[in-house]
């Protein structure tokens, strides 16, 4: 007896977002959070870091961490850039982001647009290194230190994105 397409495919989705590696930690699913602007469900936040890790010292710990963001809605990679660097531009001093620029820009420069079902992924490897996924390809790569902490604080470090979805990934 086969499962329909719909069916297996969902629940390999179901499988493969529970526990992921990243080198050889495994990392769990920590917590999900459906960010919200204006009404409209923009993406389902999902978090994933190693199970005995602090999750309020996450971003700090140089331990592995996974956030990956699933699109409920389309959305212009201009809008997303634009996003980032007003949090980045926030949070940081000029001092901190003027030696990531370039990077930052590379990072960028490997945007999409996305629409309803599409997803991002955003890696820190116990390396370090930042990773970025799109529906599940790798479409940039960086050793740079610290450019993945920096930009995971985008979602996860204080004064970023939005307070209520940081709360909720690091409950």
Avoid: C
């Amino acid at each position: 007896m086969s499962l329909p397409a719909t069916l297996l495919s969902a629940l390999l989705l179901l499988v493969s977002t529970s526990v992921t590696a990243t080198t050889d930690v495994s990392l769990a699913t920590r917590n999900q959070h459906l960010f919200r602007y204006l009404f409209m469900d923009i993406y389902t936040a999902t978090l994933y870091a190693p199970g005995n890790s602090n999750l309020t010292r996450l971003l700090e710990s140089q331990q592995p961490i996974r956030l990956t963001l699933q699109y409920h809605r389309s959305i212009d990679r201009d809008d997303m850039i634009k996003a980032a660097m007003v949090t980045l531009k926030r949070q940081h001093p000029r001092s901190r982001l003027n030696p990531l620029l370039d990077e930052i820009e590379q990072l960028h420069a490997h945007f999409a647009d996305v629409r309803d079902g599409d997803t991002y992924s955003l890696t820190r490897t116990a390396e370090g290194e930042l990773l970025l996924h799109h529906n599940g390809q790798l479409s940039f790569q960086s050793t740079t230190p610290g450019l993945a902490e920096l930009y995971l604080g985008i979602w996860l470090a204080p004064n970023g994105l939005s307070d209520d979805l940081r709360s909720a990934l690091l409950r």
